[in-house]
């Protein structure tokens, strides 16, 4: 599975380390710390069956849908179609899988 780098949720630096993975029956948890701040904190994913099974159609990889989804640098649907070189439509799809991701950060 790919490692992609999240913001840490308390000062939004992308200087972070993924100290430890779990994955739980429902949900992958990853212990994560910030190395410009200390913070340290969980990552919960919870990835729905039915998306996994579905990505081998779609244009658009795993790591390319969360680059979407978290847009750092705040790209438009155009600029990312560009980028990925798909249709708009696939951009906006994109998002709606990103958001069924169901992404929950916790600070410990
Ligand atoms: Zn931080």
Known sequence: MTEYVRPC?????????????D????????YGRCL???????TRERVE???RTNTGNFKLNQHQVTQIGLNI?????????DIYEVSPATISKAKERFLRLAL???SI
């Open 9 to 21: 949720p308390k000062c939004q630096s992308t200087n972070t380390k993924v100290t430890s993975v």
């Open 23 to 30: 994955h739980k029956e429902d949900h992958i948890a990853r």
């Open 36 to 42: 410009d701040c200390g913070n340290k904190y969980i």
């Open 49 to 51: 069956e039915k998306i």
């Open 73 to 81: 640098h705040n790209l438009s649907t155009y600029d990312w179609a």
């Open 104 to 106: 929950t950060v916790t």
